[in-house]
């Protein structure tokens, strides 16, 4: 078992921010933050999302969906979440809110469902009353069925256009097989599900306008391939980009911008490796599949993603902020108008960051993953009232 840091350290690392030491050149200025807890014994949390009203959501992975009202997270879970395979990487994943939430009530939620043997990612919405889910739909079930625990990809992203994006990862590692061949290969075929992004009406359906409807190879509600498992996205308002973060194997994370009809090259290319040692694909680029903006090696195990829009942390307006498993950070990332990232710093957080939101009081909300001493944590500019 890993040993705790001091809790000096600990305090440490919530207030300053360290510049990354990376292939990226020089370090962006900007004020140090300090990490301030507002919730925890937190199980496994893995999304968080807000009401009308300020109310917070947060999934935990073992099957529970948690209300925060007035900052305190209450004691009992909301009832009426479906059941949910509970096992490695599987559980209840991805909570998002309705955009007419306030007329409709509907919330919407990921989760791994199935058996050890034959499981696979769904998509579900419930009308929230304040205190418990009624009217529970499922709008869209994977088709292809997996064995294991692994990859079940579940971000998902409201567009402007109320369509919303569901991203699903590639099935897992190998010796995972479907049809005969690794399960990965699956996030190249049109007609999988596997390693894909949909785009989805609020009703499950898939959306009109998607780049590959009425073609007979394809799925309808395809928006984009080659993904492994993207763990965070999120839009830019200001340019309409709409990023991710995704899971290479050994090293080779990667943040891509997502657009209609582009295949992102997995496992065709790609630049991780093996996990035990040698190179997963033959080259790392090729015509026709897009190149990521940006590869972490070593990789950070990039988790939940925001673009922040607002003013309580000066020249951070138009940043990426990728929170990092492994890397156990923040890492934020400054965009050049084209979109390429340039120089990026790490906010270190000391624990694993499983989601990292911007709430609508301005402030960046941090999700972090543990066995029952999870926490919502809130980055806060040193010196701020």
Request: charged share 20%; with cysteine; net charge neutral.
């Amino acid at each position: 078992m890993a040993r705790r840091p001091p809790p000096f350290l600990n305090w440490l690392a919530g207030v300053l921010l360290l510049p990354v030491l990376g292939s990226c050149q020089g370090a962006a200025v900007s004020a140090p933050v300090r990490s301030v807890p507002v919730v925890g014994g937190l199980e496994h949390p893995w999304a968080v999302a807000w009401l009308p009203g300020g109310d917070l959501l947060i999934t935990e992975r073992p099957g529970r969906l948690r209300l925060v009202r007035g900052g305190v997270l209450q004691a009992e879970p909301i009832r009426g979440v479906p059941e949910v395979l509970a096992a490695g990487q599987g559980g209840l994943l991805d909570v998002a809110v309705h955009p007419d939430f306030a007329t409709n009530r509907w919330i919407y939620l990921t989760y791994a469902a199935g058996s050890a043997d034959a499981n696979h990612t769904r998509l579900a919405r419930a009308r929230f009353d304040g205190r418990a889910l009624s009217d529970l739909q499922v709008l869209y079930a994977v088709p292809q069925r997996k064995s294991g625990a692994q990859h079940f990809g579940s971000r998902l992203l409201w567009l402007p256009d109320l369509t919303l994006l569901l991203a699903i990862g590639d099935g897992g590692n190998p010796p995972i097989e479907l049809e005969g061949q690794l399960i990965r290969t699956q996030a190249q075929n049109p007609l999988s599900a596997l390693g894909k992004v949909l785009r989805l009406n609020d009703d499950g359906t898939p959306a009109r306008g998607n780049p590959f409807a009425g073609q007979p190879g394809a799925l309808p509600g395809l928006w984009s391939l080659g993904h492994r498992n993207i763990q965070g996205m999120a839009l830019d308002p200001r340019t309409g980009r709409v990023w991710a973060s995704e899971h290479g194997a050994r090293d080779g994370d990667e943040l891509n911008r997502i657009e209609a009809s582009v295949n992102y090259g997995w496992p065709r290319v790609t630049h991780s490796r093996e996990y035990f040692g040698p190179p997963i694909a033959p080259a790392t680029s090729a015509p026709g599949l897009r190149d990521p903006v940006l590869v972490w090696t070593p990789a950070i195990a990039p988790s939940g993603l925001a673009v922040y829009d607002g003013d309580r942390y000066p020249g951070w307006r138009g940043d990426l902020f990728a929170g990092g498993l492994v890397s156990r950070q923040v890492h934020r990332l400054r965009l050049d108008p084209a979109g390429s990232v340039t120089p990026q710093q790490e906010i270190p957080i000391g624990a694993r960051v499983r989601d990292v939101r911007q709430g609508p009081d301005g402030y960046l909300y941090v999700l972090t993953d543990g066995a029952g001493d999870g926490q919502l944590l809130r980055l806060e500019p040193i010196g701020a009232p």
